[in-house]
T-cell receptor, first 116, second 116 residues
Framework: AQKITQTQPGMFVQEKEAVTLDCTYDTSDPSYGLFWYKQPSSGEMIFLIYQGSYDQQNATEGRYSLNFQKARKSANLVISASQLGDSAMYFCAMREVMDSSYKLIFGSGTRLLVRP | KAGVTQTPRYLIKTRGQQVTLSCSPISGHRSVSWYQQTPGQGLQFLFEYFSETQRNKGNFPGRFSGRQFSNSRSEMNVSTLELGDSALYLC???????????????FGPGTRLTVL
């Protein structure tokens, strides 16, 4: 079975600094997709970035980049130039294919607090 | 383009009652998935609908059910509520969600259900 592990329950970062949130995964499928979502206290899950297993380059979206190390089965999220609004829960997720569709398997999340 | 909307945002029910939650996907999206989020179990997949058909279901009792309408709007129903059903229920939509799809799931703000 597929599994996502996030080992950092909580992290602090100083405003304007970069921070890395860890994510490791386990799957036997050669084709898979990895996602990062941000969940503010309001509850909505906001899609940040996607990495496909066959993508040659690490994904980037603005201040977000994904450090994808396939051999190590890790997909760490890097947030550059942290802002106060980045304070939230961050979830790493993997797409698990089922019959005719897919579902997302989520990690337990990392709570990020940006200090002014 | 409007995002995923969920109604109501907050709901308080008592044990034994039933509840219906509604989700309107992003215009043009045909797949709707539901997830339950609790502090103890994290984010868990409930079910997924596509073209008015339930394609997959997670490991939840039969008290949890859903449906999708021809306009892709979806509802989920929980009958005979239990205290443990208190959770944030998140709906996500994606364009196709086929087996080989790289679709991203976009989430709504969630419905926070409290069972007393």
């Amino acid at each position: 079975a597929q599994k996502i592990t996030q080992t950092q329950p909580g992290m602090f970062v100083q405003e304007k600094e970069a921070v890395t949130l860890d994510c490791t995964y386990d799957t036997s499928d050669p084709s898979y997709g990895l996602f990062w979502y941000k969940q503010p206290s309001s509850g909505e899950m906001i899609f940040l970035i996607y990495q496909g297993s066959y993508d040659q380059q690490n994904a980037t979206e603005g201040r977000y980049s994904l450090n994808f190390q396939k051999a190590r089965k890790s997909a760490n999220l890097v947030i550059s130039a942290s802002q106060l609004g980045d304070s939230a829960m961050y979830f790493c997720a993997m797409r698990e294919v089922m019959d005719s569709s897919y579902k997302l398997i989520f990690g337990s999340g990392t709570r990020l607090l940006v200090r002014p | 383009k409007a995002g995923v909307t969920q109604t109501p945002r907050y709901l308080i029910k008592t044990r034994g009652q039933q509840v219906t939650l509604s989700c309107s996907p992003i215009s043009g999206h045909r797949s709707v998935s539901w997830y339950q989020q609790t502090p103890g179990q994290g984010l868990q997949f409930l079910f997924e609908y596509f073209s008015e058909t339930q394609r997959n279901k997670g490991n939840f009792p039969g008290r949890f059910s859903g449906r999708q309408f021809s306009n892709s709007r979806s509802e989920m129903n929980v009958s005979t509520l239990e205290l443990g059903d208190s959770a944030l229920y998140l709906c996500a939509s994606s364009p196709i969600s086929g087996q080989g799809s790289t679709d991203t799931q976009y989430f709504g703000p969630g419905t926070r259900l409290t069972v007393l």
